[in-house]
């Protein structure tokens, strides 16, 4: 089966990355960094702020299992000043986590979802009924993944005619070249024999690798893909998680108490590109880094749309334009732009899929953070408040987990390629680069 390449899709992704902020001042310069250590094979993924300020950074194999199956997941505590106070391990391959209101630790992962207290004490772990539901059913598995497979066998198809065509059309054209005595050919002719040889080469290495995975190998990747937990978000009453779809390939959020129980389905068919999707519970609504349609989406706690805002960079509308304020009346009163104070337009997400993560505060800001390091900040009505900053990084579409401190005075960035979190602040521009503590190893 022909996949477009990392490489070929970094170098698209860097094409047509997010515009860069050239006239839009940023309000939090960078700081400082906290480097995070990984060990035998395991890496900074993603991260969280508790509600006392601390930084919960997540090591773990990376989702596609390229850091190896066996290394193991943990935990990394930082304190404001960026030093390493804690750190645990985490019994099963861990992939996203949260804070809950009371400063607990959730971990999701491998179909698992776990709650820590501070100190690395389990308290409650499950796996999720959905998901053991789902996997367990090992029927409905296949007549998916045999679905998949005639899919994928008639795209093949189409596309295989498509490249028979060509590479007959090539084939043609190098005859007739060839048909010629060697002193008749010019020197550009000699030139196009030689790219035409080239271009078959190619065309033969490509036929090579059209091939359909067998029912067993997509059950495999159904299931894999089934038990990945993409995110985690805590509200006083509830436990949100994001995981795939049990069908097709969008993601679904289940919604659960504190004692996991009452698991429930309240959305369904989300889009998210590269495997990601965040979801962040603000009160009683649900605000969704919907990063294939270049915007947030705004819902509430039973998966009743509210309105959305953002929009693709590149076009004139403002970003409040496209908000669909008219569906809600928020009960409490968002962050207003200071009098006299004319509206900045956001100049809109870029790249083939952003916003791809969320943050929001209680004094109902949304922080968002995209792929090529670019973090904005919106009300949680959709008004553009303006650039927060812009971090260096390296890779294409990944997770850029983004959190604020309730003051608004510090934000924090996951540099994923870096292994680092990036501190951006709006009073602490000159500090130096806080190293991580010197624990070595989880616990």
């Not at 998916?144 to 189409?158: G, I, L, S």
Request: charged share 25%; with cysteine; proline share 3%.
């Amino acid at each position: 089966m022909i996949r477009l390449s990392r490489v070929a899709f970094s170098l698209a992704v860097i094409l047509i990355g997010s515009p860069l902020c050239f006239g839009s001042e940023a309000s939090h310069p960078q700081s400082r960094e906290i480097q995070v250590k990984g060990m035998e094979g395991s890496t900074l993924q993603t991260m969280t702020l508790l509600p006392d300020g601390t930084v919960a950074a997540l090591v773990a194999p990376s989702r596609d299992g390229d850091s190896g199956e066996n290394a193991p997941s943990g935990v990394r505590l930082y304190d404001k000043a960026g030093a390493e106070i804690a750190t645990w391990r985490v019994d099963f391959h861990a992939q996203s986590i949260a804070a809950g209101p009371n400063g607990h630790v959730f971990v999701g992962g491998d179909g698992q979802l776990a709650k820590f207290d501070t100190d690395g004490t389990l308290v409650a772990t499950i796996e999720l009924p959905h998901l053991k539901a789902a996997l367990g059913d090992t029927e409905k598995l296949r007549e998916h993944a045999t679905q998949m497979q005639q899919k994928q066998e008639e795209q093949q198809e189409q596309f295989r005619t498509q490249f028979d065509d060509q590479k007959k059309d090539l084939e043609e054209k190098l005859a007739e070249l060839r048909a010629k005595a060697e002193d008749d050919l010019t020197a550009v002719e000699k030139r196009r024999i030689k790219r035409f040889e080239q271009q078959l080469e190619q065309f033969e290495e490509i036929s090579a690798s059209f091939q359909v995975p067998s029912v067993d190998d997509l059950m495999k990747m159904l299931t894999d893909r089934l038990r990945i937990i993409n995110g985690v978000t805590i509200t006083e009453t509830d436990v949100f998680v994001v995981t795939g779809a049990t069908t097709g390939f969008g993601y679904s959020v289940w919604r659960m108490d504190h004692q996991f129980q009452n698991s429930k389905q309240v959305l369904g068919e989300l889009r998210g590109c590269c495997g990601q999707m965040d979801v962040r519970a603000h009160g009683d609504e649900l605000f969704v880094a919907e990063n294939c349609g270049h915007r947030v989406g705004r819902y509430s706690r039973d998966g009743e749309p509210l309105g959305h805002f953002g929009q693709r960079a590149g076009r004139t509308a403002a970003v409040e334009a496209l908000s669909v304020k008219s569906l809600v009346k928020r009960k409490s009163k968002p962050a207003e732009t200071a009098a006299g104070e004319e509206q900045e337009e956001c100049p809109g997400f870029g790249g083939c899929c952003n916003p791809m993560n969320v943050w929001v505060t209680d004094d109902n800001l949304v922080y968002t953070a995209e792929s090529e390091g670019i973090i904005r900040c919106f009300t949680t009505e959709g008004d553009y408040r303006g650039l927060i900053g812009q971090a260096r990084l390296t890779g294409g579409c990944k997770n850029v987990a983004v959190a604020a401190s309730q003051d608004g005075n510090t934000v924090y960035f996951c540099d994923q390629p870096g292994q680092k979190i990036i501190v951006l602040s709006r009073d602490d521009a000159e500090a130096e680069p806080v190293e991580a503590g010197p624990t070595a190893s989880l616990q």
